[in-house]
């Protein structure tokens, strides 16, 4: 009673601290979700209302059900490229059907708590990972800035000046809405030819409704559905738990991803239901949002509420917006994502570590796709690891002449990668009568090490030799009799 009473008390105070700041950092957030938002519905090959529409559906859930306070997430991301195909093939009513499915599987995802699969993910591919966001976050700008003219990079430097010295002057409001209003304000005085917010696409003129995706019921939709479902579930939930792990590390506190899992689902689901496409963590905003004082729920449900109230409610204002205020906010977002302190540790880290980082920003930038360049830096720092391990394994040989005994001393793991270095170690054409093989200072971690034991002893044994095995711990001993025919009593 006391644990549950102390829980309720936090997630309450996730609620109530420091509600000014936390509204106007949402409020922040929402300027930098309109373009991202509306750029990777085009990706899909949706409206940008359904993007919009589905972000204000999971900025409500997360913020109630998600278990990383502070954390934005929307219709965005990796997950617009794996929906693109679907859509084309067999448009919108079948992205709503993978929609609700993918967020089944985030929840039985979240409730086996396989989050723990997270541990397996370095910091050098988390770094890697977000210095690849904030160079995505840059590039995804630069349409904005072709083919325009001066007028348009006048106002992307004044709104960049704004952000970087409004601070100086005043921190009571967030420097990007100032940088909004301002940057509006002068647009509307002084007649430029800028791209507005209203150029971006349609905008949302209702509120999303409940509504059951129109397709059959029958095991053909399920086939065509499922390894899209399947992937936006996994690439949703790997771009969230990253997400969340940076926010960690940022504010110097924990969450739960298991809880953050099951949210996401709960979130995914309401926006199938409404019409909406599936959606993640979205770094960059996240950043954004720390950065201006988001540290609570409530930062990211004004995040959610304010994007609906400006798309409906004041949208024949906000579609007046220029592109270049909100260009200019990315832009702030990239430089304040990416972790500079990377670039000096390249020479004083391990060059291994070093290597996985730069694989992992290489892999995201050439594809746009973040879960294969956390997969590959995930994939270089196992066979890294393993071959660093690998070659801790020593084994070290000497006679006693006064038994005629050879005896090998093992020290280190015995697994896969290291089995047939534990196997070449050993000499066959030796003339003792005997060896003794001493694993006091090995572990035998799998089927491959005991194989290897037991090929060892096994030739030793046919070349007529006597082999005793002495040393196992209780673990090794265990997978040698399970595993093996060896009688090492």
């Known amino acids: 009673m006391q644990r549950s009473t102390f829980a309720l008390g936090h997630y309450i105070d996730e609620w109530s601290e420091r509600p000014l700041r936390e509204a106007l950092a949402g409020m922040v957030g929402t300027f930098a979700l309109i373009p991202e938002v509306i750029a990777f519905s085009f990706v899909a ?29 929307g219709a965005a991301g990796s997950v617009a490229l794996v929906v693109a195909a679907l859509v084309h093939g067999h448009g919108l009513q079948y992205l709503l059907a993978a929609t609700l499915l993918a967020g089944l599987i985030q929840i039985l995802f979240g409730l086996l708590r396989l989050e723990v699969l997270m541990r397996f993910v370095s910091r050098s591919v988390r770094t890697g990972f977000v210095n690849a966001l904030a160079i995505l976050i840059f590039s995804a700008q630069v349409p904005q800035m072709l083919g325009v003219d001066w007028h348009t990079y006048a106002m992307i430097a004044g709104g960049l000046a704004i952000i970087y010295l409004a601070p100086r002057l005043t921190t009571a409001i967030p420097s990007p809405l100032i940088c909004i209003v301002g940057l509006t304000a002068l647009a509307a005085l002084v007649p430029m030819p800028l791209r507005t917010v209203a150029d971006l696409g349609r905008l949302p003129s209702s509120l999303p409704s409940l509504l059951w995706p129109q397709v059959p019921a029958t095991w053909a939709t399920l086939e065509i559905i499922a390894p899209y479902a399947l992937a936006m579930a ?3 939930l790997l771009e969230s738990m990253m997400t969340a792990s940076v926010v960690d590390d940022i504010t110097e506190t924990t969450s739960s991803k298991g809880r953050e899992c099951v949210g996401l689902g709960l979130a995914n689901v309401a926006a199938g239901l409404f019409g909406g496409i599936a959606g993640c963590g979205m770094i960059g905003q996240t950043v954004g949002n720390l950065r201006y004082g988001g540290r609570g729920r409530l930062s990211t449900l004004v995040a959610g509420v304010f994007l609906l109230l400006l798309m409906v409610a004041l949208r024949p204002w906000i579609a007046r917006v220029p592109v270049a205020a909100l260009v200019a906010i990315m832009i702030m977002v990239s430089i304040s994502t990416f972790s500079w302190t990377s670039l000096r540790t390249l020479v004083t880290h391990p060059k291994v ?16 796709d973040l879960a294969l360049g956390v997969c590959v830096g995930v994939l270089l720092s196992g066979v890294f690891f393993a071959f660093k391990v690998m070659r801790l394994m020593r084994v070290e040989s000497r006679l006693d002449e006064a038994t005629d005994t050879r005896i090998y001393t093992v020290s280190g793991q015995i697994f896969f990668a290291s089995a047939d270095l534990f196997a070449d170690a050993f000499d066959l054409r030796d003339k003792a009568a005997r060896v003794r093989i001493d694993l006091r200072d090995a572990v035998l971690w799998d089927v491959t090490a005991v194989t290897a034991l037991e090929g060892v002893v096994g030739k030793m044994r046919r070349h007529g030799k006597a082999v005793e095995v002495v040393g196992l711990d209780a673990a090794s001993a265990t997978l040698v009799r399970r595993h093996s025919g060896l009688n090492l009593a």
């Open 45 to 73: 090959g949706v409206d940008p209302e359904v993007g919009l529409f589905a972000t204000f559906i999971i900025g409500i859930v997360i913020a109630v059900c998600g278990g990383r306070p502070g954390m934005i997430s």
């Open 234 to 236: 996994m690439v949703g």
């Open 353 to 368: 570590s070093s290597v996985v980082m730069l694989a992992t920003v290489a892999v995201v930038v050439a594809t746009k």
